[in-house]
């Protein structure tokens, strides 16, 4: 059984980075997708971005494109989630998710559907100052 650590969020300023930790136990991540997804409250759970692990190909959702970077170590068994040039707007529980994805799916496309995702981790708060 995975299970999923999330870490790094915290209280950053408009304009700064934040660099967000999936840390991975269980198992190893090869051969999954691991997408980043994020939920501000009274909002729905928005996909980021997605990571096929094996083949090391990302995918992102529009908005987040050129601000957003997904990445993934596998001797550390961690994926990462770099945000620059951080917004009021990106204030939110930010999760990493994973599913098997033995084609490499992940890095092609990011499915928004949270139920095929069976392994979730915590969340870590992202809180952006004006």
């Known amino acids: 059984q995975v299970q999923l650590v999330e870490s790094g969020g915290g209280l950053v300023q408009s304009g700064g980075s934040l660099r967000l930790s999936c840390v991975a136990s269980?198992?190893?991540?090869?051969?999954?997708?691991i997408a980043w997804f994020r939920q501000a409250p009274e909002k729905g759970r928005e996909a980021l971005a997605s990571?096929?692990?094996?083949?090391?190909?990302?995918y992102y959702r529009d908005s987040v494109k050129g601000r957003f970077t997904i990445a993934s170590d596998k001797a550390k068994n961690t994926v990462y989630l770099q945000i620059d040039n951080l917004k009021p707007e990106d204030a939110a529980v930010y999760y990493c998710a994973a599913r098997a994805d033995e084609w490499g799916a992940g890095g092609y496309t990011l499915d928004p559907n949270i139920g095929l995702y069976p392994f979730w981790g915590q969340g870590t708060q992202v809180t952006v100052s004006a």
């Open positions: 269980g198992g190893t991540l090869d051969y999954f997708a």
């Open positions: 990571i096929s692990t094996h083949l090391g190909q990302t």
